[in-house]
């Protein structure tokens, strides 16, 4: 975002006068529903559109017209509850029209011609064609060692034809009988192309930003990327690459028209017949990739063709370029490397290497004989086979399925990756009725036909009991995550989790989509598994259709055998790669941590994401609006057992009909302020004798002063709490801290939240800090996710049971009586977790 932009938005948030809070709630609660429906939508075609029937065009239509209308409903909303404050439509109308060109077929969802490696972002796969797209998930998503690159679009490829007058020439070929002359003809006519003039400049553009970070000597190979090239189909050698050409514009401009014409090449044109492709309606995006200096170089299969050696990869390599190995020209050497935390090479084979391929002084590739002290030399060593494999196991298990790779060492002893694309391998010659009855499974059954299946699957592995969300990072490869409520926030934990299960959540949740997407079994809702399943205990999740799953104890070999069979099949449909292009645009979730400084509408790419952002900027617009309620409303006085001086707004039932000036807890219907000022009265957690202050803590307090009393605490510093049936924002000021909590609950969990925000005390800064850092220890166990700056503390959770967020709300209202003076005594560092443990313990005494 530009900087400027955002200091205006900050301004504009600061002195813009927040939506009158009668008014702000309506809108709240009318978000909070089309988003819903906007949610259940986003499952249904999750469900539909990922299970194991067809759909056709006619749904998809359907199902996304009414989920723009609900996402148009809820936007007008927000815009009105934010007072235009963001420009969301912007966002959608430019994810509308990526949609668009998947429906329709057109090229409606982006004009850039040419786009360098780090601007690719996964709405561009399409665009920018498999390969492509690959590499740059490579690079930006796990920061691996990628060459130099650029890619010339899909939109380019259109233009040319356009530019050059050959739609109609292509179109000609529709018919079944289309002679090799003819296709000779388009071929030649691409050849014989002028490039568009906003091409030439973006190619030449691009071409010396590549020779400015490249320290040696540049040559380029230019490479197909066909748009559904190393996709579900890998379009294996049907193509041209065109390599170490020379980073001119006129070289690099020809041998991109070479590549065009490849997709009219005779055994191209067979290829896309097969697969359904009506010929021309295929694009063409070229990969423009820095050529690796290479000393030995090959394939990588992480899962080995020969199924007696699964668990195993296999690695091809020979010395120069790998094109002598792809294209079968030399015996490369064999490696055969079980897959394991630490890789172990089971096995070696020297291949004779006869002839190796390398780069010509003045451009192009030859094949030369291998010297001879070279043939019957390993040409990588174990080291670099280490290495490598490592690198393969992380790419495999970042695209959930066996890949095959392409890789380079360099001179200067680096690995490169060059290509990696989905590996197709043999199946078993097994039928689903070989396979063991479910009911005949002999492990024991621990918790069968509970919750909700948000993704059908099997997975196997050892429980991972995560306890708050600080532990995400500690999730193992292959673990099961199993938690008490279900959150986006786990996404940090989806590309190691083999499978998800919660105790609370619904499948139109946020983190339901995501697991849809990244098809991760999961299974929420299902009531106590976080008290049936222990820490470290290997289990196999079978999910099949709701009413029908099954958590066994121990691995059922035979359930994920056919589990790993069953999605291969789905995926291999051409009705499911036109979906996975869709959904890409709408499921998936990049907004994922509100309390990060990226939680912007610039991360905005899918229709999730804009749903994510309003739900979470509707919850701070409607604090907000709290915050400076009561200057029009009357006013009502809380007596309690604590001398805690509560003023209350009712906007509507949180109090009883009839209700007079002064108010007892009797009096209050409101369910969440309820919970909070039972916890708040809960016997000894308030404590009213006085607490001594030092010489320096009273004067740092009084320094502090002016920031502390600001009206932000309130109505001329009155504690207030503006409540409904379902709502409360309570703020206080207590001496020299300011306490904020926010909530909304209902019987929907998707719809609950609970904000907390801590901020200031009376002491010098380093008792504060302590302070925070014993609320932190607190609000984690409670499941808030939390962020610290200085003596500032803010704790979010949302998607939480009604039952469990009445029980966290308790708690909050005695940490919120229990922490009032609780920077006094906390004078060392080892007291923070002494007295974190005595109050979670419910030990109040201080």
């Known amino acids: 975002m530009n900087p400027f932009h955002s200091m205006l938005r900050m301004l504009a948030r600061i002195f813009e006068k927040p939506l009158d809070i009668k008014r702000a709630f309506p809108l709240f609660k009318q978000i909070l529903e089309s988003n819903n429906r906007a949610l259940e939508v986003i499952a249904d075609m999750g469900e539909t559109m990922g299970g194991d029937y067809l759909f056709d065009i006619n749904y998809i239509d359907n199902a996304y017209s009414m989920l723009s209308r609900h996402l148009t409903t809820s936007m007008q909303d927000f815009g009105s509850l934010t007072k235009n404050r963001y420009q969301l439509e912007d966002k959608f109308d430019r994810i509308d029209s990526l949609i668009n060109s998947v429906l329709l077929g057109s090229d409606i969802g982006n004009r850039e011609l040419v786009l360098t490696y780090d601007r690719i972002t996964w709405t561009m796969a399409r665009e920018v064609g498999g390969k492509n797209y690959h590499l740059s998930e490579l690079v930006n998503n796990l920061d691996l060692n990628i060459p130099a690159a650029f890619a010339i679009t899909a939109h380019s490829c259109t233009e040319f034809f356009r530019h050059n007058r050959l739609q109609e020439r292509i179109s000609s070929l529709g018919g079944n009988d289309i002679s090799p002359e003819e296709l000779a003809d388009v071929r030649e006519a691409i050849l014989k192309g002028d490039i568009p003039r906003d091409l030439d400049s973006a190619i030449e553009s691009a071409i010396m930003k590549l020779d400015e970070i490249n320290a040696a000597a540049l040559t380029l190979a230019v490479r197909s990327s066909a748009e559904d090239e190393d996709g579900e189909f890998t ?109 172990e090479l089971v096995e070696s084979k020297v291949g004779g290497k006869a002839v190796m391929t390398v780069t010509k002084e003045n451009g192009g590739v030859e094949e030369i004989h291998t010297p001879a002290d070279l043939c019957n030399k390993l040409c990588i060593t174990e080291k670099e086979i280490m290495e490598l494999s490592l690198c393969a196991m992380t790419i495999e298990k970042y695209y959930k399925r066996p890949q095959d790779i392409e890789w380079a060492y360099g001179k200067d002893g680096k690995l490169y990756i060059l290509q990696s694309r989905p590996l197709v391998i043999q199946e078993e010659n097994t039928s689903d009725e070989d396979i063991t009855d479910v009911e005949e499974i002999q492990n024991p059954a621990i918790i069968k036909n509970a919750g909700f299946v948000v993704q059908k699957g099997t997975a196997s592995g050892k429980v991972f009991l995560l306890k708050n969300p600080s532990e995400l990072e500690l999730v193992p490869r ?96 051409y009705e499911f790669r036109k979906k996975k292009y869709i959904m890409g645009y709408i499921s998936a979730l990049n907004l994922v941590d509100p309390l990060v400084d990226e939680f912007t509408t610039d991360k905005c790419k899918t229709v999730h994401d804009i749903l994510r952002f309003m739900h979470e900027e509707s919850v701070q617009a409607l604090i907000e609006a709290s915050l ?86 309130g109505i001329g510093g009155k504690n207030i709490a503006v409540i409904s049936g379902e709502y409360v924002n309570l703020s206080l000021k207590f001496g020299y801290h300011y306490n904020l909590l926010d909530c909304y609950l209902n019987e929907n969990p998707k719809n609950n939240h609970i904000y907390f925000r801590f901020v200031g005390g009376a002491t010098d800064i380093g008792k504060r800090s302590r302070r925070i850092r014993l609320l932190d220890i607190v609000l984690k166990e409670y499941g808030l996710d939390t962020q610290i700056k200085g003596d500032l503390i803010i704790g979010r959770i949302s998607n939480i049971a009604t039952e469990e967020t009445i029980k966290i709300l308790d708690h909050a209202g005695r940490l919120i009586a229990y922490s009032r003076q609780l920077d006094t005594v906390l004078v060392n560092d080892s007291l923070v977790e002494k007295y974190a443990q005595r109050f979670l313990a419910g030990n109040y005494k201080i």
Request: glycine share 10%; with cysteine.
């Open 478 to 573: 292959g673990a099961i995550l199993v938690a008490k409520n279900d959150s986006p926030q786990y996404i940090k934990a989806m590309p190691r989790a083999a499978a998800i299960i919660t105790d609370t959540g619904t499948p139109a949740s946020h983190m339901a989509s995501i697991c849809r997407e990244f098809r991760i079994p999961t299974l929420v809702n299902t009531g106590n598994a976080t008290n049936i399943l222990h820490h470290g205990q290997e289990i196999t999740l079978y999910a099949a259709d709701e009413g029908n799953s099954t958590v066994y104890d121990g691995r059922v070999g035979v359930l994920i055998d056919r589990g790993r069979k069953q999605q291969r099949r789905m995926e291999e449909l």
């Open 235 to 343: 379009f294996a050698g049907q193509f041209q690459s065109v390599l170490n050409v020379r980073p001119r514009k006129d070289d690099v401009e020809r041998a991109y028209k070479e590549v065009l014409s490849s997709l009219f090449a005779d055994d191209s044109v067979v290829y896309q017949r097969q697969l359904g492709y009506a010929i021309g309606s295929l694009r063409m995006p070229v990969a423009c990739v820095s050529m690796v200096d290479a000393v030995s170089s090959g394939v990588l299969y992480t899962e080995s063709p020969d199924m007696a050696r699964k668990g195993t990869m296999m690695i091809s390599a020979s010395w120069g370029l790998g094109i002598s190995v792809v294209q079968g020209h030399t015996e490369a050497d064999l490696f055969i490397v079980k897959k394991a935390a630490v890789p």
């Open 628 to 713: 400076h309620a009561g200057r029009r409303s009357a006013l009502k006085r809380l007596e309690i057992s604590i001398p805690a001086g509560i003023w209350i707004i009712d906007m509507g039932g949180g109090l009883t009909a009839g209700a007079g000036d002064i108010v007892t807890a009797e009096d209050v219907l409101s369910e969440p302020f309820k919970a909070l000022i039972q916890g708040m009265s809960y016997p000894g957690a308030w404590h009213t004798e006085a607490v001594p202050l030092k010489m320096g803590d009273l004067l740092s307090s009084i320094s502090r002063m002016p920031g502390l009393t600001s009206d932000e605490a």
